[in-house]
């Protein structure tokens, strides 16, 4: 069975085409912001993605009829349990709503299932943004106005986690895991018994990324919000897109940042020996979230090719579980395999209600 997956981005749009369990063809379709200026909203783009994908798929030598499912990535939609979706009407009003916030990834579905529907092919999508699976417990914050959301790199979370299950021999549903994804965000979480029941994510708590800050000192926080010296729409763009170590560093890249330090930057490295602590830290964090010993920490995300952060956090965390390294991302190969078990029968579809 061939599959088209399809998986939008900010400034790009990332496509494969598997045969079953395997990669024949991927791409990545830039697109400029000068490209992107006559569309006001995210769903204003549908078209123009969906036409440029077709394009790439038929000038890479298959025909649209060849596929029999497509698969799109889960955008920001109502909060779901983990599991492979069949796109249906109820969700793709949801993403034209943009109820839960705007997002390129909202487009993943839409496109999916207009490719799909123009062929008589199910679509799909697979662990969203918004799975939320958290313990009650783990949502109370110090404020009742307040709860912790659960937004996490979802896809590639369970991605490695299921690969590491069987590389050990078990099931997921029958493992417990923490799960560190680190790249330009990061997102950490407690996967007990198949479920992330616990969890930071780099836009609300846990520790700064390249462009994000994590946990911050509330009252100081109160005060710079009300200093004056940024809009509300500043502020979210300042903790957002122009913290963490750009903040400190000028730059969002972990490997320019290893570089100067091999150069003798001090503060460079002082910012990075943070970054790695407070990783290390976050991890040890969910301990509590278990009832039984974690049997593997797993580090993934760009950021986990670094060997001086992946060395540093097994030493500080090696009396909570041996770890396993799964750098990069995984989303393609979890959107075809997700799609491929509700395919061959394996699991069910899930409803979006």
């Given at each position: ?24 063809f991927k791409a990545s379709i830039d697109h400029t912001a000068e490209e992107l200026k006559p569309y006001p ?228 490295a002082l910012v990075y020996d943070a970054f790695i602590y407070e990783t290390a830290k976050e991890i040890c ?69």
């Amino acid at each position: 069975m061939k599959l088209l997956i399809i998986n939008p981005g900010g400034t790009s749009t990332k496509i494969a085409v598997f045969e079953d369990d395997q990669e024949l063809f991927k791409a990545s379709i830039d697109h400029t912001a000068e490209e992107l200026k006559p569309y006001p909203h995210v769903f204003d783009e549908f078209e123009y993605r969906k036409n440029l994908i077709v394009r790439t798929v038929e000038e890479a030598g298959y025909s649209i009829s060849d596929f029999g499912c497509v698969a799109g990535r889960g955008g920001l939609c109502r909060p779901v349990e983990g599991g492979t979706y069949a796109v249906n009407d109820r969700m793709i009003e949801d993403f034209r709503n943009a109820v839960c916030g705007e997002h390129a990834s909202n487009l993943g579905a839409v496109i999916a299932k207009s490719i799909g529907d123009e062929i008589g092919v199910p679509s799909f999508i697979v662990d969203p943004v918004a799975v939320d699976e958290m313990m009650e417990k783990a949502r109370i914050t110090g404020l009742a106005e307040l709860e912790r959301p659960a937004w996490f790199h979802a896809l590639n979370h369970k991605a490695v986690a299921r690969a590491i299950a069987s590389k050990i021999g078990k099931k997921y549903e029958d493992c417990n895991f923490i799960v560190a994804h680190l790249g330009s965000g990061i997102s950490i979480c407690a996967h007990k018994k198949g479920k992330m029941v616990d969890g930071s994510g780099g836009r609300t708590n846990g520790p700064f990324s390249p462009e994000r800050c994590g946990s911050l000192p509330t009252y100081p926080l109160v005060q710079l919000c009300y200093s004056g010296k940024y809009t509300e729409s500043e502020m979210v763009d300042k903790i957002s897109k122009f913290a963490g170590m750009y903040d400190f560093l000028g730059t969002k890249d972990s490997r320019e940042i290893e570089k100067r330090i091999e150069e003798g930057d001090e503060k460079a490295a002082l910012v990075y020996d943070a970054f790695i602590y407070e990783t290390a830290k976050e991890i040890c964090s969910y301990i509590p979230a278990f009832d039984e010993p974690v049997d593997r920490i797993i580090v993934t995300g760009g950021i986990a090719h670094s060997k001086k952060v992946t060395s540093e956090l097994q030493r500080m965390t090696q009396n909570v579980a041996p770890m396993e390294v799964v750098a990069g991302e995984y989303e393609m190969i979890a959107l075809a395999l997700g799609a491929l078990r509700v395919m061959n029968g394996e699991e069910p579809a899930r409803e979006y209600k």
